[in-house]
């Protein structure tokens, strides 16, 4: 974790400190994990709601990884920017980065299948649960959930 940048996270009010939390962390992680099998389980059917659940499982994951380090995202606009600049400043050392630098890109994917009824092909579930299982077990291993 790179301290100073999660340092400077919570001086700009991006994070803020909590109580730690390991056991709602490693509910998190459970369910990150069961938001990959289920993905999977309904790409060729839903790949629009199986990408959902894949990006779900990243932010979990990286919420997981704030609660049980005693922080979290602040409430309010940009909720889902924020938890990403969390993971670059405190995954850094999980040497996931290619998949981190994802996170950014599916936000946008996932903004536009909410927002502008973007439709998500079969062809691009597998890349995503590549980035969503490295992040979600790269966490997962740390937190030893």
Not at 40 to 67: G, S
Not at 82 to 109: M, P
Not at 116 to 134: K, R
Request: proline share 1%.
């Amino acid at each position: 974790m790179s301290e100073e940048d999660v340092q400077r996270l919570l001086a700009e009010k991006k994070i803020e400190a909590v109580e730690p939390d390991a056991e709602t962390a490693r509910a998190e992680i459970a369910t990150a994990r069961q938001h990959l099998v289920s993905a999977l389980e309904i790409a060729e059917r839903d790949p629009t709601l199986a990408f959902i659940a894949l990006y779900d499982a990243i932010r979990k994951a990286i919420q997981a990884h704030a609660r049980a380090n005693g922080y979290r995202v602040t409430k309010g606009a940009g909720g889902h920017v924020k938890t990403g600049e969390y993971a670059l400043a405190a995954l850094d050392a999980l040497e996931i980065r290619d998949h981190l630098d994802e996170f950014d890109a599916l936000r946008a994917i996932r903004n536009q299948s909410e927002y502008e009824a973007l439709f998500v092909g079969v062809d691009e579930i597998e890349e995503t649960h590549a980035h969503a299982y490295a992040i979600v077990e790269a966490v997962a291993a740390e937190l030893e959930a």
